[in-house]
């Protein structure tokens, strides 16, 4: 089974705080280890080309590559692949071998293989062997609505206290009106306090 991209990324951390292996020249191989996918193609740039069209996002900027995609760059024989992560800031990072140290994995910018070794960045991938990567890869997809202010649900709750405390009220229901107002009070000072937040 897949791994999520928090488990990919927590694969590659783990990897590189403590490797499984030796990862020299094996980037095509580390990045779909961090998914758990199965091996197919036998290097980045065969991975790249032999992805289908439609899981391919040729592009000039790495940085614009979402989470947990496969960034790929031509270059050398066997180009080269990483996992696209970003940092704290959200500054766009990713997850390499060989880069910084030969063998291991390090969290290096996006631009690492361009300005390291004069490689070319060619797009990112959604897909690696044919296998889906759990990307969430509709940019254009609709705003989540905002969520309500604290004090609007506080009010809308102190309005049906107020119609329960008539209804009692008109009832001649003195215990459920002792009962309405204590909550009420309760209330509108919660409300006041989330109006000043």
């Not at 927590?10 to 996918?37: H, L, N, P």
């Not at 391919?56 to 900027?61: T, V």
């Not at 050398?76 to 030969?102: C, E, F, K, Q």
């Not at 070319?120 to 690696?128: D, E, F, K, P």
């Amino acid at each position: 089974m897949t791994r999520s991209v928090e488990e990919a990324l927590a694969y590659a951390k783990a990897e590189s705080e403590r490797r499984s292996q030796d990862w020299t020249a094996y980037c095509q191989r580390f990045v779909r280890s961090c998914y758990g996918i199965e091996p197919l193609f036998a290097s980045a740039w065969a991975q790249w080309l032999g992805a289908d069209p439609e899981d391919r996002n040729p592009g000039i900027d790495p940085g614009e590559a979402p989470v947990g995609a496969a960034l790929c760059y031509r270059g050398g024989t066997y180009g080269h692949i990483m996992l696209a992560a970003r940092d704290r800031d959200g500054v766009p990072m990713a997850w390499s071998n060989d880069l910084v140290r030969r063998g291991q994995i390090d969290y290096v910018p996006r631009s690492a293989p361009v300005t390291t070794w004069g490689q070319t960045y060619v797009g990112w991938l959604s897909a690696i062997n044919d296998v889906d990567l759990p990307l969430v890869l509709a940019p254009d997809a609709p705003p989540k609505r905002p969520k309500p202010r604290r004090y609007e649900s506080i009010r809308r709750a102190i309005l049906r206290l107020e119609a329960a405390r008539n209804t009692a009220a008109a009832r001649g229901d003195a215990a459920d009106v002792g009962l309405i107002k204590h909550e009420l009070r309760r209330l509108r000072l919660l409300y006041r306090e989330a109006v000043k937040e």
